[in-house]
Nanobody, 121 residues
Framework: VQLQASGGGLVQAGGSLRLSCAAS????????MGWYRQAPEKQRELVAS??????TNYADSVQGRFTISSETKRTMYLQMDSLKPEDTAVYYC?????????????????WGQGTLVTVSS
């Protein structure tokens, strides 16, 4: 499985960005996909995740501002609205074969490269 993240960039506080994650290869082995982010000198944290059945989970810090969605198992999106400077980070897409939502990054087998999101104040 290969994951390719895109859509990062520079945006002013209060603005919006939409991240995309394209999956290829044995996509049928993926049952949960998620977005993680890592800011400088901070640990990687889960932003949001979604199951193939459409169940979602969000970090408290992004609840109500970010929306995760997917089209089949090939493409996943993260709509980010009302962005804040503290959202600045490298964002990674990830996938796991188990069917349950998970927070720990160690439970995801597949990772894409990161895409940088910078929110200016």
């Amino acid at each position: 499985v290969q994951l390719q993240a895109s859509g990062g960039g520079l945006v002013q506080a209060g603005g919006s960005l939409r991240l995309s994650c394209a999956a290829s290869g044995n996509i049928f082995s993926i049952n949960v996909m998620g977005w993680y982010r890592q800011a400088p000198e901070k640990q990687r944290e889960l932003v949001a995740s979604i199951t193939s059945g459409g169940s979602t989970n969000y970090a408290d810090s992004v609840q109500g501002r970010f929306t995760i969605s997917s089209e089949t198992k090939r493409t996943m999106y993260l709509q980010m609205d009302s962005l804040k400077p503290e959202d600045t980070a490298v964002y990674y897409c990830a996938g796991r074969s188990a069917r349950s939502l998970a927070t720990s990054s160690g439970l995801y087998e597949y990772w894409g490269q990161g895409t940088l999101v910078t929110v200016s104040s």
